[in-house]
């Protein structure tokens, strides 16, 4: 071995040259991850040590006509927690449980809703009472990662009038989440189910704010305030509707508990929906922040099935209501004007393959169009129906829009139900299992024609104004209105003529109103295996329509029983309007 | 003049004290603050005064150890080299682990309080030994054989190390044993020979590379052209290391497999052994160029950095101190290591020499080790970072490297000129 200087001194140069080799390529490294990677890892860092708690965003609020509120929101609060594992979060559930009641279900969902988004809070109770806030609040030192905070909570101040038109909001399901259209929309929030809430949740969703906490390496939140700027919730701009919360309140009131049926009031001249309800009726306010499973076992089992939107989903046969469509195909073709008798007076029947039976047994004699209307003859509108002929007839009620929906701003409109040609039997009822008699039954508006209120209202819109068809519209936006008619002014004029026979004179004379010229006209439409369906479809005033509504009242026995009820609620719109007016004016 | 040369024996290489005072400042404050988290415990928050007490015990060793002559320091290496030796046994009975190396039986415990690590006192003594026995040796070496007695001096600390089994000491001992031989003037082939089984063993697992290596290997033989047999023998070394190596591999724990793969990719177990190595990357890349401030570092308040205040304490210099901290940190080190390879190669006699270079050698696998774990530059092998980590027997052992290179160098010959150079 050599210790010779030199020797010494050359291993010492080569010594330093590999200390400076290692220190430089040491140096370097840190260069590369805290000068040129530094960004990446910033980000890294604040991933470790920031969670994202949402802040719930309140959705818009909805008014009625004249600015009163059918939609808020209130205070509420929520109850989440931060969990790194699903274990830990069952831990945490189970302790929890220990202080405040959890059902089983309830941990089973938050624990769903932390697989879905793993770095939010999981939701524990959307709503939760004050009494559950302030047990958690004292003892939230117990509890880390578990975030109490407000979150609006939507609120109708007349819940119990709204259920067919508002629907309700809740939280969005797993199978909503993976649909495109909730793409932007994440597990635990709220979204709206069914009704205007549905439909118009892009304009109704308010955008959700964002604040930070700080956890550490054990997911318990060590800072929760001040830790990055919060970004407030924004809510959206209210949303206004054509709906008059008076009538609606009062077409509630009216059908009560013991009726059931459906109400649909449009303004005839823009479509704009007034009211529109259906009966039995339930409180929407109890499906917020989530049904309790009871509730929504007793609409779903009783039998007058309050969970059917009748004035959107019913369909019914229209009865004599329809037979207006009959003499407007008539009168279309040239056939018939209201001065027009037919060939057999009725002596309450006809005979046509077998009899087809007035409903007034004693006969209505020999009567104009106009008088057949007043008095809703049923044997004036088979020979009618005979003279128009099936096929006519048929092409008539789709060109009249019976086979469309109306296209009103509420989802799942039911569409009507008429036949679009004779291959509609054949098919149906096989080719000899039907016969040409079939268009007396639809000429008075009943057999293979099945209607929903908002339908007829439709219908009877056009009959009140120029023949144009206006869309339903809740929301206050501009008008569509179609031309469904081809009658010129003085063929509308008599029809209207004969409409308003109806209420001064006809079937529905019991019904009128001093003061008030109602147009319109009711059906009892036969149902098997229960009591008659009563329809009334009018308007009011006769001479300026400011309404048109259509009522059914399930097993209201007679047309006139949905009159009465059609009256009052016309009289309640343009009475309050006439008050509003003149305290306007004043 | 032996009035001025007498002068100079007593003088104190204030440069190198000074270096090695900054970097314990330095390491106490890393202490200080990676005990500051957002939920403190006692023991760690506490932990810095704890070193400082050490640091004032190694300073009054070093001043004692400084007070006595290299002769006294050569005559106990025996002693001390048999004492460690004999501690290894023990631990290896009776022995606890710790930290990151929780399964290693690596520390000696008296009723529950942790003496000390005797593989730290066995990284000394086994220096100062290896040195004793390679100064003695004065004829060139041509032969592996020859080196039998330095490789039984270090072949027997190391085997006891490795049967804690403590990876990182062992490497340790590996670059000291590698380092002296070096500055012992053995030549450079022979080193290979020598190195070459265990690069065998490395290389193993990639056929191609080993086999690349194998014909380097050989070609290294035939060229050199040690002893016949000896030759014959390092190629079948390293045919057996190639071919033992996934046996070995077989034979580790499941926790030194994954600290290896880990090591390869630290995503492949991001939240158990990955964990550590990840963490530090982010600790030390969202510090930037001027760190998040003392004591300020996110990820260690918040806990994520683990081992905040012994193994990882250099991903606290990097988190708050940025690559400004860590530039002066690594500069102090390397400061330290130029000085005390100044003061190996104007030592006066081959021990003193050998045992400075020796020093030296091990705090560079320490902080090469360390210091490339927290960037996952090197496998997490739980070695500690010299003058930094928590510990204070580490701290003592540092400190009485310190105080005999002090000793060295105030015995060791003045200007390079004075030789002639």
Redesign the interface.
Known sequence: MSYHPNAILRRARLARVLLFASFTVLGGAFFRAQVLQNAEYVVQSENNRLREVPLPGARGTIYDRHGEVIAENLPGYSVSILSPTEDSLRSALTTLSKVVQIEPAQQELAVRRFRRARTRPAVIFNDASFQVVSVLEERRVEFPGLIIQSSPKRYYPDGAAMAALIGYTGEISEDDLSKPKYESYKAGQQVGKTGLELQYEAQLRGKEGRRFVEVDARNRVVRDADVRAEEQPVAPPPLRTNIDLDLQRFAHEYFGDSLRGAVVALDPKTGGVLSLYSAPSYDINKFIGGVSSSFYESLRVDPHRPLVNRALTGTYAPASTWKLATAIIGMELGLVTMDTHMQTPCTGGYYYFRVFKCWDKRGHGDVTLAQAIAKSCDVYFYQLGLKIGLTRLLAGGVSLGFRDSTGVDLPNERTPRWPESTAYFDKRYGARGWNRSVVLSLAIGQADNAQTPLSMARFYAAMATDGMAPTPQVVVRDPERKQILNLDKAQLASVQLALADVVSRGTAAGAQIQGLTIAGKTGTAQVNGQLDNAWFVGYAPANDPKIVLAIIIEEGLHGSTAARAATKMMERYLKARLTMTAIVND | MPGISSLRRQSIDLPLLVIALLLTGFGIAMVFSAGQI??PTPIIENAWKRQLGWFGAALMATWVISRGSVRFIEWSAWPLYALSCALLVLVLFVGTGAGTAASVKGWLTIGGVRIGQPAELAKLATTLMLARV??A?????RSLVDLWRPLLVVGVPWLLVMAQPDLGTGIVFIGICFAML?????PWPLLLLLASPGISLVLAFSTGVWGAWFLVLVALVLWYRPYLLEGIAIVLMNVIMGGVAPILWDKLKPYQQKRLLVFLDPSVDPQASGYHVT?S?????????FGNGFTLG??KR???LPERHTDFIFSVV?EEL??IG??IA?SL??AL??RT??V??RAN??FP?LVA?GL?SAW?VHV?VN??MT?N?MPVTGIPLPFFSYGGSFLLVSWTAVAVLLRISAEGRGQ?DA???
């Open positions: 957002d939920s390679l100064a040796q004065r004829e060139s070496v070096f500055w012992a003037g053995v963490q990357k982010v600790a030390i890349g969202s510090g930037g160029l996110s990820q918040l806990k994520f990097g940025g690559f860590v530039s690594l080190f390397l290591f130029l390879t100044r190996a190669s006699d081959a020499s270079f030296v560079f090469m210091v490339g960037l530059l390079p030789i002639g150079l």
